[in-house]
C-alpha cells in the first residue's frame, strides 16, 4: 500500500480540484464544506475549504426520521461547483489489485446482471449484523446503543443516489484498509476463520461472506461510493470514498455531527447516468423482494404512502343563490375525497423462509400461503415436499406440484420457466435455468432451493460445471418422484386424474429423456386399453390383469380410442380375452418403444409383423403355407416394392387381410405423425415406408376365392384388379394413408357399379345404358317391330 503524506496530498487537490470538479452536479456531502446559517428558512451558506467565496444552497429533501433512524442527515444541493475539501484531512490510499483487472473481472466475469449489486450490498449488510449479534452474546456493550437491527434503504431518484444504512458491527479506521483496500480480502472471510480457530468454532454459519469482492459489485452501476462506518470498539467514524475506474481512495474522520451514526455502516452509491433508474423506490422495493426476500434482519425502504380524506369544496355561486331561495331546504357543506402523499419506511420482506423451519412445526395452511406468495399462484398445490438434506451436500428445500399447467402449456418444450428459485443463505441467486437442477420433463415442478456449499456469486457456467449441483439434482428429483408418487397412491384418485391431465406429457417425455428412471417412470404413466376404453389404468393394473400364460405387453398406437377398437390387428386378441393398450397421445408410442419392458414383460406392437400370441402350432403353419404359398407369390408379385414381402396372418379372423409394419419399420402411426413433422428426412421416410408386410386371412371367402384364380387363371384383369382393390382397403383400414385418394375412390365406384347392376330394374337399364350406349337404340328397335310385324301376319 502506498500512503501520501499530507502536503503532497494538498498540492494534488489544489492542482485538480478547478478543472476536475467544473461542471460536476452531484449533490455534496456535509464532509466537504463548512455550513452556515443564514436566517430561519431553509436558505444557508456553505464555506469551501478549497475555494473562496460562498454558495447559496436551498434543502432539497428532508428524509423523514423515526425512531429506529437517527442517523440519516439532511441533504444539500449546491448552486456552485462542488469540491472533494473535507473538514478533516483525508489520507489518499492506493489499491492492492489492479483496478482494471478489478472492474474487468465483476463486470464481465462475477456478475452477468447489474442488479445484483443491490442482492451484494444487503447480503454485507447481513453480515455486519450477524457479527454484532454473534460478538454481543459475549461482549454485551457493542450494543449499548439500542438501536434496532435493521436495514434501511432510501432513494432520490432525481440526483440518482442510493443510500443504504445498517446497524451492524461498523467498522474502524484500520478494518476499513484492510476489507475494502484490497480486492480479495474479506472481513467476513477472517470472521469465519477466526471463529473456526476458536473453542466456539461453527457456532454461526449463517453469514453470507466473501465483503470484499461483493462490495465492489456496487461500482457496476455507481461512479462514486461513499462509506461511512462506526464501529463500537472505536469512538471515531471514518469516511471511504471511491471512484470507478480509478486507482485510489481516500479515508477521512466524519466530522459533521448531523451524518454521526450510532453504530453500523451507510453506503451512499451516486449512480451512472445510464443507472439512475436503479434509484426509482418501486424499483428498489421490487429487487429487494426478488433477491433478499429472505434476509433474517427486516429490510425497510423509504416509499411514497398516500391515505383518502375530505376536504371541502368551495360552491359554485350560482347554485349557493338557487339554494338561498329555498329557506326551508337544509344547507350542507360539500366535500370531496383527496389522497394525501407523503413519506414514510415500509417493510418490505415480510415472508418468511418457512424452509428453515422444521417439517413438523410447519402446517399445510402455511405451505399453501408460502407457495401462493411465493410464486404468485391463486390456486393451492397438489402436493408439496420439505426437506433437508445433510452428508457430503447440505442443502434445504421446499419443493410443489402445482395445480394446472401454465396457459401457453409450452412448458414441456421450453426448460426456462423460472420455476426453481435457487437461494444461498436465504439470498436469492437465479431462477434462469436450463436443466441444471431439475430436467426439461419436469420443469412443471415449483420451490426454493437453499444451500450453503454454493458461491454466492455464482454463474451458470459454475452451477453446469460444479460437482455439488450434481448431487443436488439427484436428489431433487428423486423428492419431486416420490412427490409424485403419494398423489397416485392417494385415496384421492381426483388428484392424480388432475395431474395426470395437465402433466402427463411431461412424464412421457422423461421416459423419452431420462432412461436412469425409467422405474420411477413407468409406474406413474396411464393409458385406455380395449377392457378400459373410458377409465385410464396403470401398468401395475393391467399386469395383475393379464392371462396365466401372456408374457408380454401389448398396445397399438392410434389417434383415437375409436379408431384403435376397430382396428382389424384386434380380432384374434379381442377372441382370446387378451387386453391391448390403446397408445392415442402422439407421444406416447415413442415414450412406451423407450421404456422397452415393465418388470420383465416386454411392450409389443401388435401392428408389426411376427407377432406371437402364444398358440402355434408348426404342423399347421406348415400346411397352410403349403395350401397359400402360391398365392403368397402371385399377390407379391402384382404388388411388387408396395410391400416386402405377403404372409399368411395369425391375428385375423373376420378381417380378409391387414397390412402391418416391419419389424424395425414405422408403424401407421408413427408414419403419420412423421409425414406431419414440419421438417421431415423424404429419404427415410420412404425406407421406413417400404418396410409393409401384407397379411392374408386363409379362412375368409375373398382370399380362397383368390386362390382359386390363382390356380386357374392368374392372369386375368378382375383378379389382378382385385388384389389392387384388396392392397388399398387394408392400406385404410390398417391407418396407412394412400398415395392415390382419387384412384382409390375410382375402384371403390367400379366395383359398387359391378355390384349394383342388373339389380333394381331402372337403375339396371340406366347402367346398361351407360355401358354399352352405341348398341341400345338397335336391340331396342328389333324388340319392338319384330314382335308386332309377327302379330299381324297371325
Known amino acids: 500500500m502506498h500512503r501520501l503524506s499530507k502536503r503532497s496530498l494538498n498540492a494534488i487537490l489544489r492542482s485538480t480540484s478547478a478543472a476536475r470538479y467544473r461542471d460536476v452536479a452531484a449533490p455534496i ?28 444552497v436551498t434543502e432539497s429533501i428532508k428524509p423523514f426520521k423515526s425512531r429506529n433512524e437517527p442517523f440519516l442527515g439532511c441533504r444539500y444541493e449546491s448552486t456552485a461547483a462542488a469540491s472533494d475539501a473535507a473538514d478533516s484531512p483525508s489520507e489518499k490510499f492506493e489499491y492492492q489489485a489492479e483496478v482494471s483487472r478489478l472492474m474487468d473481472l465483476i463486470v464481465n466475469s462475477l456478475y452477468s446482471n447489474k442488479e445484483v449489486f443491490l442482492r451484494e450490498l444487503i447480503s454485507n449488510a447481513s453480515d455486519a449484523l450477524d457479527k454484532l449479534r454473534f460478538l454481543g452474546v459475549t461482549e454485551p ?6 438501536v434496532d437491527l435493521d436495514i434501511r434503504i432510501q432513494t432520490d431518484k432525481d440526483n440518482g443516489i442510493i443510500t443504504i444504512t445498517d446497524s451492524g458491527i461498523g467498522m474502524t479506521r484500520q478494518e476499513l484498509v484492510d476489507c475494502l483496500g484490497t480486492i480479495a480480502q474479506s472481513g467476513t472471510a477472517k470472521f469465519l476463520k477466526a471463529l473456526k480457530d476458536s473453542k466456539d468454532a461453527g457456532a454461526d454459519s449463517n453469514l453470507i461472506g466473501q465483503f470484499g469482492v461483493g462490495f465492489y459489485s456496487a461500482f457496476l452501476v455507481s461512479e462514486r461510493v461513499e462509506v461511512s462506518t462506526k464501529s463500537p470498539k472505536s469512538e471515531k467514524q471514518y469516511v471511504w470514498v471511491g471512484e470507478a475506474n480509478s486507482s485510489t481512495y481516500t479515508i477521512r474522520e466524519e466530522t459533521d455531527p448531523a451524518k454521526h451514526l450510532p453504530r453500523g455502516t451507510r453506503l451512499t452509491l451516486y449512480l451512472k447516468r445510464d443507472d439512475k433508474g436503479f434509484a426509482h423506490p418501486e424499483r428498489i422495493e421490487k429487487l429487494v423482494k426478488n433477491y433478499s426476500q429472505f434476509v433474517s434482519f427486516p429490510i425497510y425502504t423509504w416509499q411514497e404512502k398516500g391515505y383518502t380524506k375530505e376536504v371541502e369544496v368551495d360552491e359554485d355561486p350560482a347554485e349557493a343563490k338557487k339554494e338561498g331561495e329555498d329557506e326551508t331546504a337544509e344547507k350542507k357543506k360539500k366535500t370531496k375525497k383527496v389522497v394525501e402523499k407523503y413519506w ?10 418457512i424452509w428453515l423451519r422444521s417439517p413438523k412445526e410447519v402446517s399445510k395452511e402455511e405451505y399453501n400461503e408460502f407457495y401462493k406468495k411465493t410464486f404468485n399462484e391463486y390456486l393451492e398445490p397438489l402436493a408439496s415436499s420439505h426437506f433437508t438434506t445433510e452428508g457430503e451436500v447440505e442443502f ?10 401454465p396457459m401457453g402449456k409450452d412448458d414441456i418444450v421450453n426448460p426456462k420457466t423460472k420455476n426453481i428459485r435457487l437461494y444461498v443463505k436465504r439470498v436469492f441467486i437465479s431462477d434462469d435455468f436450463d436443466g441444471e437442477l431439475f430436467p426439461r420433463y419436469l420443469s412443471f415442478i415449483k420451490g426454493v432451493v437453499d444451500s450453503n456449499d454454493l458461491p454466492l456469486n455464482v454463474s451458470r457456467e459454475i452451477l453446469q ?8 439434482r439427484k436428489r431433487l428429483v428423486r423428492k419431486a418422484f416420490e412427490m409424485i408418487q403419494g398423489i397416485a397412491l392417494s385415496e384421492n384418485k381426483d388428484d392424480y386424474e388432475k395431474f395426470w391431465e ?33 377409465e385410464m389404468i396403470s401398468l401395475d393394473e393391467y399386469v395383475e390383469n393379464m392371462k396365466p400364460d401372456q408374457k408380454d405387453i401389448y398396445y397399438i398406437a392410434s389417434d383415437s380410442v375409436t379408431s384403435a377398437k376397430n382396428t382389424p390387428f384386434l380380432e384374434k386378441l379381442l377372441e382370446k380375452d387378451l387386453e391391448v393398450l390403446f397408445l392415442v397421445d402422439p407421444i406416447d408410442e415413442v415414450a412406451i418403444q423407450n421404456v422397452k419392458a415393465y418388470k420383465e414383460k416386454n411392450f409389443i406392437d401388435i401392428s408389426k409383423e411376427d407377432l406371437d400370441l402364444g398358440d402355434k402350432n408348426e404342423d399347421k403353419e406348415k400346411e397352410i403355407k403349403q395350401e397359400f404359398g402360391q398365392t403368397c407369390d402371385w399377390i407379391k408379385k402384382r404388388l411388387g416394392d408396395k410391400v416386402a414381402s405377403v404372409q399368411i396372418s395369425n391375428r385375423l379372423s373376420s378381417s380378409p387381410c391387414v397390412l402391418v409394419s416391419g419389424k424395425f419399420g414405422w408403424s401407421a402411426n408413427m408414419e403419420r405423425l412423421m409425414k406431419a ?20 386371412n386363409p379362412e375368409h371367402p375373398i382370399i380362397r376365392t383368390l386362390t382359386e384364380a390363382c390356380r386357374s387363371t392368374p392372369d386375368d384383369e378382375e383378379a389382378l384388379r382385385a388384389i389392387d382393390l384388396l392392397y388399398d382397403a387394408a392400406l385404410v383400414s390398417s391407418g396407412f394413408t394412400p398415395e392415390n385418394p382419387a384412384q382409390l375412390g375410382g375402384k371403390i365406384y367400379d366395383m359398387m357399379n359391378f355390384a349394383l347392376a342388373g339389380k333394381w330394374g331402372t337403375v339396371g337399364g340406366y347402367q346398361q345404358q351407360v355401358s354399352q350406349q352405341p348398341h341400345i337404340p338397335e336391340t331396342v328397335e328389333a324388340e319392338v317391330v319384330e314382335p308386332a310385324e309377327a302379330g299381324g301376319q297371325k
Not at 456493550?141 to 439500542?146: G, P
Not at 414514510?344 to 423462509?353: A, I, S, V
Open 502 to 534: 395437465n402433466f402427463g406429457k411431461h412424464l412421457k417425455l422423461g421416459c423419452i429423456e431420462d432412461r436412469e428412471n425409467h422405474k420411477r417412470l413407468a409406474p406413474l404413466l396411464r393409458f385406455f386399453s380395449s377392457q378400459s376404453e373410458h
Open 141 to 146: 456493550e457493542l450494543l449499548k446503543d439500542a
Open 677 to 696: 413433422q414440419t421438417v421431415g428426412d423424404t429419404s427415410s421416410l420412404e425406407f421406413m415406408r417400404s418396410r409393409r408386410v401384407f397379411e392374408i
Open 29 to 56: 456531502s456535509s464532509s466537504h464544506f463548512f455550513y452556515e446559517s443564514a436566517d430561519a428558512d431553509s436558505k444557508g451558506i456553505w464555506y469551501s475549504t478549497l475555494t473562496s467565496g460562498r454558495c447559496n
Open 465 to 472: 460445471e460444479s460437482r455439488i449441483v450434481r448431487i443436488m
Open 344 to 353: 414514510d419506511w415500509e417493510l418490505t420482506n415480510e415472508t418468511q423462509p
Open 396 to 405: 434445504r428445500s421446499v419443493l410443489f406440484v402445482p395445480s394446472v399447467s
